[in-house]
């Protein structure tokens, strides 16, 4: 598989541990967000979305968190497994231009 | 649901020679993207369609890229002449409107070149 994430900071949890992923955006007009999982070999796999008009969302074992005040968003990872082993990536939006943020690698140890 | 198609996965080339890759979006996805992905980094974005028209081909190399949306459904992109420094990964993602225009990606055509 690619080597990716040379220069990308690393995050190693244990298994069934919960992960924080970091990321702050530049644009302040900025009205939507999404956190994307990237595999090795693979494209960006959507994981889920907020809008500005939130501060917090929830799906299957992730949550995203939203300060606008900071432009700070995270992704929040419950009880991690083995398969969340991937490079994550946030990613803004204003109107159709989605601009992507440096990754950050989490490598899940069993 | 059949995600977006990318061919080939793989190419190796030497410089100066013409590559291209093929997408196929999503059925019923109006917009179309194309993405570079180096080592590292992030996708950026090439150019976006909607329908067969690029509504936005700003970063795109015209010197030596070009791409087609001729139906509106499938999309081409060529280099022409390739260059070392154009070795990535290259991405095509689609969205739909009704679906709140997440886009969604394809596994990508990793490129060498030589």
């Known amino acids: 598989g690619e080597s990716v994430g040379l220069h990308l900071p690393t995050l190693s949890v244990q298994e069934g541990d919960n992960s924080i992923i970091n990321c702050a955006y530049s644009n302040s007009a900025s009205d939507y967000f999404i956190w994307y999982k990237q595999e090795s070999g693979k494209g960006p796999q959507f994981i889920i979305d907020?809008?500005?008009?939130?501060d917090k969302r929830q799906g299957q074992r992730v949550t995203v968190l939203l300060n606008k005040t900071v432009k700070h968003l995270s992704l929040q990872i419950a009880a991690t497994q083995p398969g969340d082993s991937a490079v994550y990536f946030c990613a803004e939006t204003s109107g159709n231009k989605l601009v992507f943020g440096a990754g950050t690698i989490l490598r899940v140890k069993s | 649901e059949a995600g977006v198609v990318q061919s080939p996965r793989y190419k190796i080339i030497e410089k100066k020679q013409p590559v291209a890759f093929w997408c196929n979006p999503i059925s019923g996805h109006n917009t179309l993207y194309w993405y570079l992905q180096n080592l590292g980094q992030g996708p950026e974005l090439l150019i976006r369609y909607e329908n067969e028209e690029a509504v936005d081909d700003s970063q795109l190399p015209k010197d030596r890229f070009s791409a087609e949306r001729l139906k509106g459904v499938d999309s081409t992109l060529k280099i022409q002449p390739a260059e070392l420094g154009d070795s990535a990964v290259y991405l095509c993602?689609?969205?739909?409107?009704?679906?709140?225009?997440?886009?969604?990606f394809g596994p990508g055509t990793r490129l060498t070149v030589l």
């Open positions: 993602a689609s969205s739909a409107r009704t679906s709140g225009n997440t886009q969604y």
């Open positions: 907020i809008r500005s008009n939130m």
